[in-house]
């Protein structure tokens, strides 16, 4: 009996995820999680029944594509600068904090700047992907939880373009004026396609009442406009998440496109899947035995810090620290767009192999932890809060606890 050999391995892969997935689901915990701990199962230093990491990330990458799109349909440009303080001065303080704290920790290990600098830019990300997955999974994205930590997610990707160049500026001793020339012009476009939608009235999109009963037409057209911005954002050396987000903006703000989320919903699931698991692909799972107590006290280091350095940013903006203190769990996971600045790091020698294999280890156990550790800090603040109701019966009366995840 003949098998086809590429056949064996989607079927061995599927099934391998939709194992995992339903021990995370038993387990209450976010469906991302599980395609994390598939990649890290299936992949090259796990069972090796997925080894082709190159096409999968690539495919993993339209799915952050896709995710950005639907989140740009769902927020109102409007809604966004109404929160300017928690999405630019909040982010930028964060981050400037990060690179900070790793100064310090840099100075005493004798690194150099540069190394210093990628790494407390590193830590300064936080994952999108998951963070935004979850809070539609608990039902908070329209809480305003869900509002601000979308202007800082959507801030740290537009940050990333400064960082890569500032990167390149270390790794080369210059700066590409070309490069920065085509970042100023994408930059003035993309103010002047915002300006557009806050202010513009009656937008309409081509072809949009043409495609209203042909479903296939419609689902390539929705393609189009998700790819297309995000490969138009690249050529201006922009991010191809934030041509991807403006996109669904555009789509948002002309009301008569509702069929697009109806067509892509499907594929935002399987690419968004598919991109967990490429994550997981990196990790080696030997590195982590091997190095196990290193990579577990600098993953508890990493959400100690950043849920801190996130709480007293929220808390300078002037909310309380009960929903600081929760709003910092949630940003305080390493992102997907750190694998980025650690892959330029190694090839740049900014970092060696040995760094990066540890980076790759964090970033990953911050990932799998951080519904978790969210819960975890969810259920403090609520003992807190009841004990000192205890104590003080005129205290007030806490605010409604947060949604367990689901699968």
Not at 2 to 8: E, N, R
Not at 21 to 33: D, H
Not at 129 to 149: C, F, H, M, P, S
Request: charged share 15%; hydrophobic share 55%; aromatic share 10%.
């Amino acid at each position: 009996m003949h098998y086809d050999p590429f056949m064996l391995k989607i079927v061995g892969a599927l099934l391998g995820v939709l194992m995992v997935a339903f021990v995370m689901r038993s387990l209450r915990q976010p469906n991302v999680i599980g395609y994390l701990v598939s990649g890290m199962l299936l992949g090259p230093h796990g069972l090796a029944v997925l080894t082709e990491r190159g096409t999968l990330s690539r495919i993993g990458d339209v799915g952050v594509l896709l995710l950005l799109f639907f989140i740009g349909m769902e927020n109102n440009p409007r809604d966004l600068l109404t929160r300017w303080r928690i999405t630019f001065l909040g982010t930028l303080g964060q981050i400037l904090a990060s690179v900070a704290c790793m100064w310090l920790l840099g100075l005493w290990l004798g690194w150099h700047a540069s190394r210093i600098v990628l790494m407390g830019f590193v830590i300064s990300l936080s994952s999108t992907a998951l963070v935004l997955n979850y809070l539609r999974q608990t039902g908070q994205a329209e809480a305003k939880i869900g509002k601000d930590a979308l202007g800082v997610l959507l801030a740290q990707d537009l940050a990333v373009i400064v960082m890569l160049i500032v990167i390149d500026f270390f790794a080369s001793g210059g700066v590409n004026a070309e490069t920065i020339v085509l970042q100023l012009i994408g930059g003035a476009l993309t103010m002047a396609l915002m300006a557009w939608l806050v202010w513009g009235r009656n937008l309409r999109l081509p072809f949009s009442e043409r495609l209203r009963g042909d479903r296939e037409l419609q689902t390539f057209m929705a393609f189009a406009l998700c790819l297309g911005f995000a490969l138009l954002a690249e050529g201006f050396e922009l991010s191809a998440s934030l041509g991807a987000f403006l996109a669904g903006m555009l789509v948002g703000v002309a009301r008569e496109t509702e069929w697009v989320a109806d067509r892509m919903e499907p594929f935002r699931v399987v690419f968004v899947a598919v991109f967990f698991v490429s994550v997981g692909l990196l990790v080696r799972l030997d590195f982590v035995v091997e190095h196990a107590f290193l990579v577990a006290f600098l993953t508890l280091a990493v959400l100690v810090g950043n849920t801190v350095i996130n709480a007293l940013i929220f808390h300078a903006l002037g909310d309380p620290w009960r929903y600081s203190f929760y709003a910092g769990a949630h940003l305080a996971q390493i992102g997907e767009f750190s694998f980025v600045l650690a892959a330029v790091g190694v090839q740049t020698a900014l970092i060696n192999e040995f760094e990066y294999q540890l980076v790759i280890a964090v970033i990953s156990a911050t990932l799998l932890l951080s519904p978790a550790w969210i819960g975890l800090i969810g259920r403090l603040q609520r003992r807190m809060l009841r004990g000192r109701g205890r104590r003080s019966p005129r205290a007030a009366a806490p605010a409604p606890a947060a949604r367990k995840p689901v699968g």
